[in-house]
């Protein structure tokens, strides 16, 4: 299980950063987000899976750690909140240069130098 784990987080993790090296918006915001995965994934089995414990003290002689859920929660949140920022980023760029390349090797359309 902790192999699977361990493929899975380095997967997202070389695909996120193959992503955000690509000269384009969506590819970016793609890179980000599954590197924002791998890092939740990363924290969440960091706590330590375990079978069959309760979520709640007292109602089972052992119990999971809530620590890395709440992190991961909170990473969730904040991940849904950049990547609609890093949306409505893009759209904006694309409106006004008509391009979505990261590079600026492309003339702007409107007349800009």
């Known amino acids: 299980m902790e192999l699977l784990l361990a493929v899975a987080i380095g997967l997202l993790t070389g695909c996120g950063v193959l992503l955000l090296l690509r000269g384009r918006t969506f590819a970016v915001m793609l890179g980000l987000t599954m590197l924002s995965y791998a890092v939740n994934l990363f924290i969440f089995v960091s706590g330590g899976l375990t079978a069959g414990a309760g979520a709640v003290l007292g109602a089972s002689a052992r119990y999971a750690d809530p ?10 949140v904040i991940g849904f909140a950049m990547t609609a920022f890093l949306v409505v980023l893009a759209i904006r760029s694309r409106a006004e240069l008509g391009h979505d390349e990261l590079d600026n090797q492309r ?7």
Request: avoid cysteine.
């Open 67 to 76: 620590l890395p859920q709440a992190l991961v929660l909170t990473a969730i």
């Open 107 to 113: 003339s702007p359309k409107r007349g800009m130098p």
